[in-house]
């Protein structure tokens, strides 16, 4: 039997929604928004402190109030930006880049 088809319910955008990462290392944490539709990784080097070399993990979303202000923001790059060798493959399968908001 095939498998049902997908609909937009079944894969809602998360883009305008706030993400919330935090450091198990120093416990510090920072505010996502999801500028355009694509994958944010689970997973990110510590932002919170310039001194930090932990890891963030992500909230899953599970942000109860989304009027929050967002300190970063998860943006599908440009055609002609050039992207790191090792973040590649993460936008070449829809993946997004994080950049400060200023």
Same mark, same amino acid.
Request: glycine share 6%; charged share 25%.
């Given at each position: 039997?095939? !498998?049902? !088809?997908?609909? !937009?319910?079944? =894969?809602?955008?998360? /883009?305008? /929604?706030? =993400?919330?990462?935090?450091?198990?290392?120093? $416990?510090?944490?920072?505010?996502?928004?999801?500028?355009?539709?694509?994958?944010?990784? @689970?997973?990110?080097?510590?932002?919170?402190?310039? @001194?930090? $070399?932990?890891?963030? $993990?992500?909230?899953?979303?599970?942000? @109860?109030? &989304?009027?929050?202000?967002?300190?970063?923001?998860?943006? /599908?790059?440009?055609?002609?930006?050039?992207? /790191?060798?090792?973040? &590649?493959?993460?936008?070449? &399968?829809?993946?997004?880049?994080?950049? $400060?908001?200023?």
């Amino acid at each position: 039997m095939a !498998a049902p !088809a997908t609909t !937009a319910t079944d =894969n809602p955008s998360l /883009k305008g /929604k706030k =993400n919330i990462y935090v450091c198990d290392t120093c $416990k510090g944490h920072i505010v996502t928004v999801d500028r355009d539709d694509g994958v944010t990784p @689970f997973m990110v080097e510590c932002k919170a402190t310039a @001194f930090c $070399k932990g890891l963030m $993990k992500s909230s899953m979303y599970r942000v @109860f109030d &989304q009027d929050i202000r967002a300190d970063y923001e998860w943006y /599908k790059p440009s055609a002609p930006e050039i992207v /790191k060798p090792h973040l &590649q493959h993460h936008v070449d &399968q829809g993946g997004l880049l994080i950049r $400060k908001i200023r």
